[in-house]
């Protein structure tokens, strides 16, 4: 569903990502971990072409992302994204940060999107914030809001970056409670967090990057209890002892 | 004390320019506001060579004096043949001037709106345009609207360099009651007033809107 082959990245001379070849399949949940800097963000942010790669072939949904052929608002529409600092749109009440793309690049109806979007809402377990504001929700609920937004495109691939680190501690579980159980729905998902609660549970593979590469992959009880690469093992130290 | 006999000794004097004024001053709104938003959005597409002509607009045209731009119309042209009143060459000036000061209004209330905005619109599949007109535009419009009524309070005041090339304004008009009534001082009082006049209204218009602006959040 989703293939790096041979991608290369550079800003300038910054080789930020270095030959990263990886395969993502259909219903599969990917934990991506590493230091800050490492390039996480980056290669996610790949998928959708929010960033353009130097080299190398990716290819979404059996699309070429960089080919100038490539209709890239009909790649990004089954592609949902859930930004750490949630960008929902201020102006706009959390039905219209829902309703908008559904119907302004699907042409939906007002109506139907608006039924998907009170589905959604439902579903993240804030049906009552319909006509709020962003600014009046907690972090935990606009994060909410933000998945909602993402889902009520019904896309095949949810990329998450970093979506609980801007996040109160107590607001963080309300999160990930909703984005396990999209996991656990059969969602495709790429998730860049350091939340080890949520990858051992939901995570069939955890990446690990570092200066660009990617280390080491495995699955998340053998990852987490033992990691080959030094680098790994440093890393989790630091973040286990924090 | 000031002597009103003048006013109203010359009040058609003073009346025609005050028209002309506020002909050149709406005009001149108008011409600056529109070619103020074709350079901002110059600057900010995502196409280079595009962005290098707004920049070159932006910094040449700020960059150098007004009376100077009017010059160029009102004493340049006429070299190549081409030769324009006083009034129509300094209200071109006047509006090309003061369009470079609202590009760059435009552009910094269009910059100033976060960028994950736009990420987050355009990775939900809207296109470019889209997410201009629906997410950044009405997001950006709050910030820019104090600094383009400052420009266009400024326009108003700038007007007068039409005096300078027989433009008819208040200014030349003013400049010929003065030499008529052989009286400076309170000539150019009731010039200023009638400046004031234009100019005080924009003034409270501007700060309304800024306070309306910020109730909405
Ligand atoms: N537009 C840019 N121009 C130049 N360098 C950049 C740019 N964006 C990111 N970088 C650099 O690329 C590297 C990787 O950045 P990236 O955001 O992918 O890291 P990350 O692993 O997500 O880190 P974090 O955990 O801090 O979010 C960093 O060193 C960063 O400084
Ligand atoms: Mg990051």
Redesign the interface.
């Known amino acids: 569903m989703i293939r790096f082959d041979s991608v290369n990245k550079y800003y300038g001379d910054f080789h930020v990502l270095q030959n990263i070849n990886l395969e993502i399949n259909k219903g599969e949940v990917v934990v991506v971990i590493g230091p800050s800097g490492s390039g996480k963000s980056t290669m996610l942010r790949c998928i ?1 072409r ?1 960033e353009t790669i130097s080299d190398g072939e990716l290819i979404v949904n059996g699309v070429k992302v960089n080919d100038k052929k490539t209709n890239i ?2 790649l ?2 089954n ?3 859930v ?1 750490q ?1 949630f ?5 706009k009440t959390v039905l219209q940060n829902i309703t ?2 559904p119907t ?3 042409n939906q109806s007002k109506e139907e999107a608006e039924k998907t979007a009170r589905y959604y809402l439902e579903k993240v377990g804030i049906p009552d914030k319909v006509n709020s ?1 962003p ?1 009046q929700l907690s972090g935990g609920q606009q994060q909410r809001v933000a998945i909602a ?2 889902l009520a ?1 019904k896309p095949e691939i949810m990329l998450f970056d970093e979506p609980t680190s801007a996040l109160d501690p107590e607001m963080i579980g309300e999160v990930l409670d909703v984005m396990k159980a999209l996991a656990k729905e059969g969602m495709t998902m790429v998730v860049v967090t350091h939340e080890m609660g949520f990858a051992k549970e939901v995570a069939d593979r955890i990446i690990f990057m570092d200066h660009g590469q990617i280390l080491e992959q495995g699955k998340p009880a053998d990852f987490y209890a033992n990691p080959k690469e030094e680098r790994a093992r440093l890393f989790l130290s630091r973040v286990l002892n924090h | 004390m000031i002597d009103f006999s003048i006013l109203i000794n010359n009040l058609d004097t003073y009346l025609e320019g005050f028209k002309n004024t506020i002909f050149a001053s709406i005009i001149g709104l108008v011409g600056s506001f529109i070619i103020g938003v074709i350079v901002a959005v110059m600057r900010i597409a995502p196409i280079k060579p595009l962005n290098w002509i707004g920049t070159v607009y932006v910094e040449f045209i700020r960059n150098i004096p007004l009376l100077i731009i009017a010059f160029f119309f009102y004493v340049g042209l006429p070299a190549v043949g081409v030769t324009l009143s006083g009034f129509v060459a300094g209200t071109i000036a006047l509006s090309i001037y003061t369009a470079s000061f609202i590009a760059e209004a435009i552009r910094a209330g269009i910059q100033s709106v976060p960028k994950g905005q736009m990420e987050a619109a355009r990775s939900s599949g809207l296109t470019y345009v889209q997410a201009m007109r629906t997410i950044i535009l009405p997001q950006a419009i709050k910030i820019v609207i104090p600094p383009i009524g400052n420009q266009f309070i400024n326009l108003v005041k700038n007007s007068s360099i039409l005096g300078i090339i027989a433009g008819l304004d208040l200014m030349y008009f003013g400049d010929i009651v003065s030499s008529h009534t052989f009286v400076t001082f309170d000539v150019y009082i009731f010039v200023a007033l009638f400046y004031l006049v234009l100019t005080i209204p924009l003034s409270l218009g501007v700060g309304y809107l800024e306070k309306r602006l910020a109730r909405n959040h």
Do not use: K, Q, T
Not at chain 1, 87 to 91: K, M
């Open positions: 959708n929010l608002n009909e990004r529409r592609i949902g994204m930004f600092h960008n929902l749109y201020p102006h908008l793309a302004m690049a699907l504001y600014s937004r993402g495109m």
